[in-house]
């Protein structure tokens, strides 16, 4: 969720006018600052689709091509089931069916028994703290 939130601040700008038609091939190589790190933007869109999805594709389309779909169209995304849970207990604490593998952001963020478990797993991993399956999954979605 929080990899969405800096997606949508520092691209979509920019992500309308180049979303649709756009060659990705000219901004796979442009440098991104990720986590202290710099790397090309087609490696920054593969790890976080893969990180958000569980896979480097989706639906048959390239990173690249999600990555700007999510920044030029966020609100179609915002109802899509597309987040991957695999944790078992946090699907359970979403009341999602133990088969349904993804979620909405927009489910997630107004499921209050979760976002009050995700904010008691962020001050836990604040605090050094050592957390369960479920507990790090949470901060993960």
């Known amino acids: 969720m929080k990899f969405l939130k800096v997606l949508v601040f520092v691209f979509s700008p920019a992500a309308a006018v180049f979303a649709g038609g756009l060659d990705f091939k000219v901004l796979s190589p442009l440098p991104v600052q990720d986590g202290g790190r710099v790397k090309p933007m087609d490696t920054f869109a593969r790890e976080g689709v893969r ?17 700007w779909d999510w920044l ?65 999954e949470s901060l993960e979605v």
Not at 51 to 67: F, K, N, Q, W
Not at 83 to 101: C, F, H, M, T
Not at 110 to 122: G, K, L, V
Request: charged share 30%; glycine share 4%.
């Open 51 to 67: 990180l958000i999805t569980g896979h480097e594709t989706y639906e048959g389309r390239s990173a690249m091509d999600i990555l």
């Open 72 to 136: 030029a169209h966020p609100d179609l995304w915002e109802k899509k089931d597309f987040i991957l849970v695999e944790n078992l207990e946090l699907r359970s604490l979403l009341g999602v069916p133990r088969d349904q593998k993804r979620v909405s952001p927009g489910m997630l963020s107004r499921h209050e028994e979760f976002m009050i478990f995700a904010r008691a797993s962020y001050d836990k991993e604040q605090k050094k703290m050592t957390l369960n399956a479920m507990e790090t």
